[in-house]
């Protein structure tokens, strides 16, 4: 069984910076970010394959978000910078058992609560 626990969240500047965390309990393969503004769908941010160096973004935090892990501590990270209003909405973890990863929300099975990310 799969657990995704994510922090980090909260309210920043325009043009500021946040990293996320999501710590993940149980074996995953895909694993990755997405956000959902309010009236919109949700959307891939970044993925990768646990492991791979091999990273998928969404063309428009290309440049200032950076996914990465840290094996040892069963935890993935978002780093955010220069963020901007557009940014703004609730931030989830999702996983997945599948060998090929995308930024497609509907092909992850697996999802934690989310963290709000308000930038203004």
């Known amino acids: 069984h799969v657990q995704l626990v994510e922090s980090g969240g909260g309210s920043v500047q325009a043009g500021g910076s946040l990293r996320l965390s999501c710590v993940a309990s149980?074996?995953?393969?895909?694993i990755g970010w997405f956000r959902q503004a309010p009236g919109k769908e949700r959307e891939g941010v970044a993925t990768?394959?646990?492991?791979?160096?091999?990273?998928f973004y969404a063309d428009s935090v290309k440049g200032r978000f950076t996914i990465s892990e840290d094996a040892a501590k069963d935890t993935v990270y978002l780093e955010m910078k220069s963020l901007k209003p557009e940014d703004s909405g609730m931030y989830y973890c999702?996983?997945?058992?599948?060998?090929?990863?995308?930024?497609?929300?509907?092909?992850?099975?697996?999802w934690g609560q989310g963290t709000q990310v308000t930038v203004s």
């Open positions: 149980g074996y995953t393969s895909c």
């Open positions: 990768f394959r646990g492991g791979s160096s091999r990273k």
């Open positions: 999702a996983a997945d058992l599948r060998l090929s990863c995308s930024t497609r929300a509907g092909e992850y099975t697996f």
